[in-house]
C-alpha cells in the first residue's frame, strides 16, 4: 500500500522557517518527479515546487526564493524547507507526485498534509 505522510506543520510568525517531510511508504521517491501543492481555506489546490527524478527542481513564482525542495532517496523522503512565511501563506500543504496541468486530489499519489498557520 502506498502511503505519503507529511509532517512538520505548525504555527510561525511572519517571516518565520519551518520544514516540512513527506515520508513514503510502499512507494519510492526516487522513481517518481514528487511536488508540494497547498490549500489555503475556501482556495483551490495551489502548485508550490516539484523536484523530477533526475533532480531538476522548480518552484512556483510566488516562492521568489524563499521555499527549498529536496529529496532523500534512501529516506524515501522529500522535503520542503519555507522561510520567510508571510500572513497570505497559511494553508494545508500536501506532498504528491508530480501531475501537468491542474493538480487534482483524485489523481496520482497524495499524503493527508500538513497545516502552516502563520500569525503574530
Known amino acids: 500500500e502506498v502511503q505519503l505522510v507529511e509532517s512538520g506543520g505548525g504555527l510561525v510568525e511572519p517571516g518565520g522557517s519551518l520544514r516540512l517531510s513527506c515520508a513514503a511508504s510502499?512507494?519510492?521517491?526516487?522513481?517518481?518527479?514528487m511536488s508540494w501543492v497547498r490549500q489555503a481555506p475556501g482556495k483551490g489546490l495551489e502548485w508550490v515546487s516539484f523536484i523530477t527524478i533526475a533532480g531538476i527542481k522548480s518552484y512556483a513564482s510566488f516562492v521568489k526564493g524563499r521555499f527549498s525542495i529536496s529529496r532523500d532517496n534512501a529516506k524515501t523522503t522529500v522535503y520542503l524547507q519555507l522561510n520567510g512565511l508571510n500572513v497570505e501563506e497559511p494553508a494545508m500543504y500536501y506532498c504528491?507526485?508530480?501531475?501537468?496541468?491542474?493538480?487534482?486530489?483524485?489523481?496520482?499519489?497524495w499524503g493527508q498534509g500538513t497545516q502552516v498557520t502563520v500569525s503574530s
Open positions: 504528491a507526485s508530480r501531475q501537468l496541468g491542474l493538480y487534482d486530489r483524485n489523481v496520482g499519489y
Open positions: 510502499g512507494f519510492a521517491v526516487s522513481s517518481y518527479d
